[in-house]
């Protein structure tokens, strides 16, 4: 257990429906970054934050995606209008200041759209 | 923007015998590098990085790696396999430098299999 958190472990959805996941970092962390990872690839960077601030965002996260970290401790991720594509292990990490940091991550919220 | 290459889809390795997995790099800077373990259905535990210094990095499980700047790679190597090791295993890339840019590259994995 790395102490990040994520829920829920699983979520099955039809197309079209909406769905949130939400992640609980390690507390004195004040970074989080989103990550999807589809069966034989690595994780691909979606987004992250610095506190309450979103700083980046990848080409990948459509405008159906939509990430928040209101105050700057969980983050919850909510894509809109679930796609097929949408399938795939949603991974949260977090970590301190500074690029050295290592980045810790949680056990992943599993989506399969049918 | 920084990139990484993990050759090998798949490595097996008799029980016992030294492995190795590579991985290749390439970021703008100074790298910052990770390597990753994944156990099925579970998220990534962090095993080792090198930031500066010597460039023989040890990390968790008896695993080590070693940074080689000029052939931009970074290696993770274990001198006596465990069939606990089979896992997918990932390499990532940083780039260090003083700009926003602080994502953190993943290549595609490799898959390990030690035979008993």
């Known amino acids: 257990d790395t102490g990040v958190s994520q829920d829920p472990r699983h979520k099955i959805t039809k197309r079209g429906q909406n769905v949130t996941f939400r992640c609980d970092p390690i507390s004195e962390h004040n970074r989080l970054y989103w990550y999807r990872q589809t069966l034989g690839q690595g994780p691909e960077f979606l987004t992250y934050f610095q506190n309450e601030a979103q700083l980046e965002k990848s080409r990948l996260l459509s405008d159906r995606f939509s990430a928040e970290r209101p105050k700057g401790s969980f983050s919850t991720l909510e894509i809109q209008r679930t796609e097929q594509g949408d399938s795939a292990m949603y991974l949260c990490a977090s970590t301190g200041h500074g690029k050295q940091e290592t980045q810790y991550f949680g056990p992943g919220t599993r989506l399969l759209v049918l | 923007a920084q990139s990484v290459a993990q050759p090998e889809d798949q490595v097996n390795v008799a029980e016992g015998n030294p492995l190795t997995v590579k991985c290749t790099y390439s970021v703008s800077g100074n790298p910052y590098l990770f390597w990753y373990v994944q156990y099925p259905n579970r998220g990534l535990q962090f095993l080792l990085k090198?930031?500066?210094?010597?460039?023989l990095v040890k990390g968790s499980y008896g695993f080590e790696a070693e940074f080689n700047k000029s052939q931009t790679s970074f290696h993770l190597k274990k001198p006596s396999a465990l069939v606990s090791d089979s896992a997918l295993y990932f390499c990532a890339v940083r780039d260090s430098g003083m700009n926003r840019d602080d994502k953190i590259i993943f290549g595609k994995g490799t898959r390990l299999h030690i035979l008993p």
């Open positions: 090198y930031i500066t210094g010597d460039n």
